[in-house]
């Protein structure tokens, strides 16, 4: 008992081992991903802009790449400590609402059926309108270039959500000539577009925001901080405040909703108001830093610079997910639920052979090949095979098809000795060996009829005939039979044909066919 408790538990322990192998291995080029797009993005808005006017790159330029990159680094760390933080609350909450007696959900009522994308996206397109037009406005007005990025970025989220309304509704067209696995790759296509609009807004503000810091330190040098540029000023610290609360709660409904319907352009567009969100709040604090103590204003222009950073992440992470899905980049997570499901389904199924999955928008497939027992019919791997398809189907709510093939395992043999002792003809087909298999038993003078004649294979070259017969004379011995039974299967396997023969004999009209060779 104690050896076998031991033995379960290393086993969970290596189980445990190599999951978190596989979401180091996953998380590894997302983050290099990230890496690269954060040095990309500060090498273009602080060091491409002065060789674009054919000026010389200043030690002011590099030292603001360095400081922005390493900046970006920080509120990347800063950024999953508070993800990680807010899942453990989630966690908590949904363990305390479900001893917390039923109450009206406004937000799931209007947004959990059919059309709740549409609706959360008519309601994020009204609310970035508000947001961009708001934040241009103040911003422009009260000295704040933060906000003024803050609002290209609510503008870029604007567009976001047209991107997702016509993805959505192009997704949900049915399979046609053209598409005949249906649409759902265009909400791919969607979350690709969305990406690039993330980009092209992180660059513009970022340098944008690399200009007016330049300006800032060069005026600061000369002038003082002081005449150098107008601080801001409270509306725009209370606009960033509305921003903050507004993003994250369209975040939320709009995440739940891309959740339900399994849709990953509506996710992406929650994560965009999401990094709206963020920026919010670093726009927020550097307003407050420099309303607070004049001699960090740089700092608002500092920090129009790490909110383009973090839209230009956001849009690598999007990309990242739509290239995948456009590339039938395969499933690991899925895969792996679907190789424990069809284990578990049936015991004859000894190993996963094969599994490939695609994604097409919301929706999967699956194709499995599996290794069953030694020997099983055909009929018995066509079972098989159904019931690990609707397992999958019935267990796995997205996938919405799943090409399940079950083969019998076979003796491993040498080749060279297999071809040498098959006889068969490659090219005869299954009628031809059960018409020849039939011939040659109505051949015997003791055949009265041949009831069934079936043909199976091990491996791909030996055919396996199995033959249910009756004999002429009622009256003939159980010895006598059987020796019948030995000549019908020798003659069978004197055939090229057939590799190996099984007889049954049916020794009455009304008994079961009993095997005799």
């Given at each position: 008992?104690?050896?076998?408790?031991?033995?379960?538990?290393?086993?969970?322990?290596?189980?445990?081992?190599?999951?978190?192998?596989?979401?180091?291995?996953?998380?590894?080029?997302?983050?290099?991903?990230?890496?690269?797009?954060?040095?990309?993005?500060?090498?273009?808005?602080?060091?491409?802009?002065?060789?674009?006017?054919?000026?010389?790159?200043?030690?002011?330029?590099?030292?603001?790449?360095?400081?922005?990159?390493?900046?970006?680094?920080?509120?990347?760390?800063?950024?999953?400590?508070?993800?990680?933080?807010?899942?453990?609350?989630?966690?908590?909450?949904?363990?305390?609402?479900?001893?917390?007696?039923?109450?009206?959900?406004?937000?799931?009522?209007?947004?959990?059926?059919?059309?709740?994308?549409?609706?959360?996206?008519?309601?994020?397109?009204?609310?970035?309108?508000?947001?961009?037009?708001?934040?241009?406005?103040?911003?422009?007005?009260?000295?704040?270039?933060?906000?003024?990025?803050?609002?290209?970025?609510?503008?870029?989220?604007?567009?976001?959500?047209?991107?997702?309304?016509?993805?959505?509704?192009?997704?949900?067209?049915?399979?046609?000539?053209?598409?005949?696995?249906?649409?759902?790759?265009?909400?791919?296509?969607?979350?690709?577009?969305?990406?690039?609009?993330?980009?092209?807004?992180?660059?513009?503000?970022?340098?944008?925001?690399?200009?007016?810091?330049?300006?800032?330190l060069q005026s600061s040098a000369t002038a003082g901080v002081a005449s150098a540029v107008a601080l801001p000023t409270y509306p725009a610290l209370i606009m960033a405040f509305i921003s903050i609360v507004s993003k994250e709660w369209l975040y939320r409904i709009t995440r739940k909703v891309g959740e339900e319907l399994n849709s990953q352009v509506v996710i992406a567009n929650a994560?965009?108001?999401?990094?709206?969100?963020?920026?919010?709040?670093?726009?927020?604090?550097?307003?407050?830093?420099?309303?607070?103590?004049?001699?960090?204003?740089?700092?608002?222009?500092?920090?129009?610079?790490?909110?383009?950073?973090?839209?230009?992440?956001?849009?690598?992470?999007?990309?990242?997910?739509?290239?995948?899905?456009?590339?039938?980049?395969?499933?690991?997570?899925?895969?792996?639920?679907?190789?424990?499901?069809?284990?578990?389904?049936?015991?004859?199924?000894?190993?996963?052979?094969?599994?490939?999955?695609?994604?097409?928008?919301?929706?999967?497939?699956?194709?499995?090949?599996?290794?069953?027992?030694?020997?099983?019919?055909?009929?018995?791997?066509?079972?098989?095979?159904?019931?690990?398809?609707?397992?999958?189907?019935?267990?796995?709510?997205?996938?919405?098809?799943?090409?399940?093939?079950?083969?019998?395992?076979?003796?491993?043999?040498?080749?060279?000795?297999?071809?040498?002792?098959?006889?068969?003809?490659?090219?005869?087909?299954?009628?031809?060996?059960?018409?020849?298999?039939?011939?040659?038993?109505?051949?015997?003078?003791?055949?009265?009829?041949?009831?069934?004649?079936?043909?199976?294979?091990?491996?791909?070259?030996?055919?396996?005939?199995?033959?249910?017969?009756?004999?002429?004379?009622?009256?003939?011995?159980?010895?006598?039979?059987?020796?019948?039974?030995?000549?019908?299967?020798?003659?069978?396997?004197?055939?090229?044909?057939?590799?190996?023969?099984?007889?049954?004999?049916?020794?009455?009209?009304?008994?079961?066919?009993?095997?005799?060779?």
């Open positions: 008992m104690h050896m076998g408790h031991s033995h379960s538990h290393h086993h969970h322990h290596d189980h445990d081992q190599t999951h978190m192998n596989q979401q180091q291995q996953q998380q590894h080029p997302i983050n290099l991903r990230r890496k690269v797009t954060r040095i990309l993005f500060a090498a273009l808005v602080t060091l491409l802009p002065p060789l674009l006017l054919r000026q010389r790159i200043t030690n002011t330029n590099i030292a603001i790449f360095a400081l922005t990159s390493t900046a970006l680094a920080f509120m990347e760390r800063m950024r999953n400590e508070v993800k990680f933080f807010l899942n453990k609350a989630r966690n908590i909450r949904d363990g305390l609402m479900k001893h917390a007696p039923p109450m009206t959900n406004t937000s799931k009522y209007l947004f959990s059926n059919d059309n709740a994308a549409d609706r959360v996206t008519f309601v994020g397109i009204a609310l970035n309108l508000l947001l961009s037009v708001g934040k241009a406005i103040v911003g422009v007005t009260c000295n704040s270039s933060a906000l003024v990025a803050d609002a290209g970025h609510s503008l870029s989220d604007l567009f976001s959500d047209f991107i997702t309304l016509w993805a959505v509704q192009i997704a949900r067209l049915p399979p046609d000539d053209d598409h005949p696995y249906g649409h759902g790759k265009f909400e791919a296509v969607g979350s690709l577009f969305l990406a690039l609009t993330l980009f092209g807004t992180g660059i513009s503000v970022g340098a944008s925001s690399n200009s007016k810091l330049l300006q800032i994560w965009h108001h999401r990094s709206d969100a963020y920026s919010s709040v670093l726009a927020l604090a550097s307003i407050g830093l420099a309303m607070s103590v004049p001699g960090m204003v740089v700092m608002d222009a500092g920090a129009g610079l790490l909110v383009a950073g973090m839209i230009c992440m956001t849009g690598a992470e999007i990309m990242g997910e739509a290239v995948k899905q456009l590339t039938d980049t395969s499933d690991e997570k899925l895969e792996e639920r679907v190789k424990v499901l069809a284990l578990q389904e049936s015991e004859d199924v000894l190993e996963i052979e094969r599994i490939r999955t695609r994604w097409m928008g919301s929706s999967a497939i699956v194709d499995l090949s599996l290794k069953t027992a030694e020997n099983l019919s055909s009929s018995a791997n066509k079972a098989i095979e159904n019931r690990v398809k609707y397992a999958i189907m019935k267990k796995e709510k997205h996938v919405i098809d799943a090409e399940v093939r079950a083969t019998s395992r076979s003796v491993v043999q040498c080749p060279l000795l297999t071809i040498a002792r098959v006889k068969q003809n490659d090219n005869a087909s299954v009628q031809e060996i059960e018409s020849d298999a039939t011939s040659l038993l109505l051949s015997h003078d003791d055949v009265s009829s041949v009831q069934r004649c079936t043909v199976h294979y091990e491996g791909s070259l030996k055919a396996i005939v199995d033959a249910n017969i009756k004999l002429k004379s009622p009256f003939m011995t159980i010895t006598n039979a059987t020796n019948t039974a030995n000549d019908l299967r020798e003659l069978l396997e004197s055939s090229e044909n057939i590799y190996r023969a099984n007889i049954y004999l049916d020794l009455n009209e009304h008994a079961a066919p009993v095997p005799a060779a």
